[in-house]
C-alpha cells in the first residue's frame, strides 16, 4: 500500500529514480496516471454521488475515457445509474470501481488489497499457464464449454502430469487416470490425474 500511495503521492516517499511505463514518475507524473487504474480496498467516491456523475467527472480527467464502455459495465454489474452511493452494498461499490478504472483503457491495472480478504474471489481468464501457476489458488479447465476439471494448484503440481507416449503405452493407461488427452501424428499427449 505505501508503495501504490507513492506511486500516486498520496504520501512522498524518498526515491532516487521510479520508472513506471518507461516514464520517470517525478517528471512525467500526470502521463503516468492516465496511464494507470487503481482499485482500492473501500471506495474512495462521495456517498451521495451517482455512477452518472462519476462517469461524468472522469470524462473530464482522463482524455481515454470511454463513456459507452463505462455504461455497458454498470449494465453488465447490474448498477443503477441513478442512485446514489450510499444505497450500494460494500459489492456493489467494488464493481463500480472496476468499472471505472476500466473505463479509460488502462495499461497499468493496480488492486490495493481489493482481494484481501479469504472470501473474495479474482477469476482470471488465460492460456498462458505459466502465469496462472504463480497466482492462482485453483484451476478451472473448460474446454468446449464443458468443465474438464477443477482442481487447487496444488493438486496439480503434485499429482498432475503429462506424457507422451505410443498407442501401445496408451491403450495400458487406467481410464479413470486421464483428464483428457491429444491424438497426434506419431503419438499421444496425454494429461493424467495421477502422477506415480
Not at 28 to 50: R, W
Not at 142 to 169: A, P, T
Not at 184 to 189: G, K, L, M, T, V
Amino acid at each position: 500500500s505505501t508503495l501504490i500511495n507513492s506511486i500516486l503521492n498520496i504520501v512522498k516517499a524518498d526515491y532516487d529514480e521510479v520508472h513506471i511505463l518507461g516514464q520517470d514518475l517525478k517528471s512525467q507524473e500526470k502521463e503516468i496516471k492516465k496511464e494507470i487504474a487503481v482499485i482500492f480496498n473501500d471506495s474512495h467516491y462521495g456517498e451521495n454521488l451517482t455512477p452518472l456523475f462519476i462517469g461524468k467527472m472522469l470524462s473530464g480527467i482522463y482524455t481515454d475515457w470511454d463513456q459507452k464502455k463505462f455504461t455497458d459495465y454498470l449494465k453488465q454489474f447490474h448498477l443503477p445509474e441513478k442512485k446514489r452511493l450510499k444505497t450500494f452494498s460494500t459489492g456493489m461499490k467494488v464493481k463500480l470501481e472496476f468499472a471505472a478504472a476500466l473505463s479509460h483503457n488502462p495499461k497499468l491495472l493496480i488492486l490495493d488489497e481489493a482481494t484481501k480478504q479469504e472470501d473474495h474471489s479474482v477469476l482470471i481468464s488465460s492460456h498462458i499457464t505459466s502465469d496462472l501457476d504463480k497466482i492462482a489458488d485453483y484451476i478451472a479447465y473448460i474446454h468446449e464449454g464443458r468443465l474438464l476439471f477443477l482442481k487447487s494448484i496444488d493438486e496439480l503440481n503434485n499429482d498432475c502430469g503429462i506424457i507422451r507416449c505410443g498407442r501401445e503405452f496408451f491403450d495400458a493407461l487406467s481410464p479413470e487416470d486421464i483428464i483428457a488427452y491429444r491424438e497426434e501424428p506419431y503419438s499421444y499427449c496425454v494429461f493424467i490425474k495421477n502422477r506415480q
